[in-house]
């Protein structure tokens, strides 16, 4: 025991002993966590097939393919596809949490924010991962990637075709997603865990200060904290496991250009009603009603000054965005595939 404390000494970890509230050990309080986890999880797998990957067109298909068709390579493919995808459930159900609890009020506006801003870059790690896949999929994605951004004027410029004759818009996705999407994110993941060990866990909501230094003072400790989440994690990488042997990821067809054949991945299909209404630019506004909605919780918090009263508007807000979201979801899955462009 004395050799463990030695080394937990000299490796810094004793800072992580620091006090958490009770709550903060519990499964709804992990979730963040567990989202981490899955995100490292994409990010290993992801290091591993960039190096058997060609973002060249003629030959990214053909090599995705390869990779699939690779027994250990195909593997890895299917739990970097699956730790997106799983890792997106849990951000969703991470936020869910935030804002029933209140997690969004201030001191704690900042960190919020932070994960706001992490949940739009990881959406668009996931687009542009969507994309290098240059089956049938990942081509369409593109194609309304570049009309998107097109509406958009020399905002835009950067992603449309001819910004550069000396490369491929597949080649600068490809840049996008191993390199600078990453890096954003690691540091604003950095930040993000920053602000919630400057201004501590959230207390539970209608939680008074006397009760939560109470909580504070039960013994709980972060270095707890990170003990249940490496169960929570070892299960989640069990799940990770058992589904990439039993559902590993398809590949479509190399792309025909022109047509479009196939619907957006699934974190995508709230815009898809709004595009078959209003065109291309349904997608634009989409994004920034989803933005404006995001940023407005904490704005409320700052109006409202009564905390009953804050939380049954902002769980009216989430409840009603929600059930929107799982009827764009409905209504995408049943709608037929449409000629958007």
């Known amino acids: 025991m004395s050799s463990w404390k030695n080394l937990k000494n000299v490796l810094g970890l004793t800072a992580l002993d620091y006090p958490v509230p009770s709550h903060a050990n519990t499964f709804w309080y992990s979730l963040g966590g567990m989202t981490l986890f899955s995100f490292v999880v994409t990010l290993i797998t992801g290091a591993v097939l960039t190096q058997f990957y060609n973002p060249a067109p003629a030959v990214a298909h053909a090599s995705v393919r390869y990779i699939s068709m690779t027994p250990g390579l195909g ?101 996008l997603h191993v390199a600078i999407l990453p890096a954003l994110l690691i540091i604003l993941i950095v930040l993000h865990v920053f602000y919630v060990k400057h201004f501590g866990v959230a207390p539970k909501p209608y939680q ?26 070892l299960i989640i990488l069990i799940i990770l496991i058992g589904l990439a042997y039993l559902f590993p990821p398809g590949l479509l067809e190399v792309p025909k250009p022109g047509v479009e054949m196939t619907k957006p991945p699934w974190l995508f299909w709230i815009f898809y009603p709004i595009e078959s209404a209003l065109g291309i630019v349904g997608i634009l506004l989409g994004s920034v ?53």
Do not use: C
């Open 75 to 175: 593997l890895i493919r299917a739990l970097h596809h699956w730790s997106a995808n799983l890792g997106f459930i849990l951000l969703i159900a991470h936020m869910l949490r935030v804002m029933f609890t209140g997690a969004y009020r201030t001191p704690r506006i900042v960190t919020y924010l932070v994960g706001v801003v992490l949940l739009f870059i990881a959406f668009q790690v996931f687009f542009t991962g969507t994309v290098l896949k240059w089956d049938q999929e990942g081509y369409e994605a593109l194609a309304h990637f570049v009309a998107a951004n097109k509406l958009l004027g020399p905002l835009g410029a950067i992603f449309q075709e001819d910004f550069t004759l000396s490369t491929s818009m597949l080649a600068r996705i490809f840049g």
């Open 289 to 341: 009603v989803v933005f404006i909605g995001l940023i407005f919780i904490p704005i409320l918090g700052l109006i409202i000054g009564e905390e009953r009263t804050l939380f049954r508007v902002v769980n009216v807000i989430v409840v009603v965005g929600f059930i929107a979201w799982l009827a764009m979801l409905i209504i995408t899955y049943f709608s037929p595939t449409m000629q958007h462009l």
């Open 208 to 233: 008074n200060d006397a009760d939560y230094q109470t909580s504070l003072g039960s013994g709980a400790t972060f270095t707890k904290h990170l003990w249940r989440l490496s169960i929570y994690s």
